[in-house]
Nanobody
Framework: QVQLVESGGGLVQAGGSLRLSCAAS????????TGWFRQAPGKEREFVAT????????DYADSVKGRFTISRDNAKNTVSLQMNSLKPEDTAVYYC????????????????WGQGTQVTVTV
């Protein structure tokens, strides 16, 4: 069992940066694969990035490669998403997710979710 709470969302101009953080509860956080997903109004929730237990493997959606970086700090029970060169199409609610198994690139692969944090990118 793990509980997740996202923070760091906000309003930013196109080309700017934001850093999202996900705080996790429990001493077993290091056992979990974690990922970030996002959902815009009227659209399905989509994969953004995932990271393995110790950070050795990272994968990104094609739409964010080269702009976003996922990282984790198991000592602090956190996973972060550094978002650079933001575009209006990045506007969405961003969710942190975790699972004891590799969750691949789909929401159904993750058992635990945070409440989401809003990211709005203006032109």
């Amino acid at each position: 069992q793990v509980q997740l709470v996202e923070s760091g969302g906000g309003l930013v101009q196109a080309g700017g940066s934001l850093r999202l953080s996900c705080a996790a509860s429990g001493r077993t956080f290091s056992r979990y694969f974690t990922g970030w997903f996002r959902q815009a109004p009227g659209k399905e929730r989509e994969f953004v990035a995932t990271i393995s237990r110790t950070g050795g493997i990272r994968d990104y959606a094609d739409s964010v490669k080269g702009r976003f970086t996922i990282s984790r700090d198991n000592a602090k029970n956190t996973v972060s998403l550094q978002m650079n060169s933001l575009k209006p199409e990045d506007t969405a609610v961003y969710y942190c997710a975790a699972d004891l198994n590799y969750g691949d690139f789909v929401p159904n692969g993750y058992a635990y979710w945070g409440q989401g944090t809003q990211v709005t990118v203006t032109v």
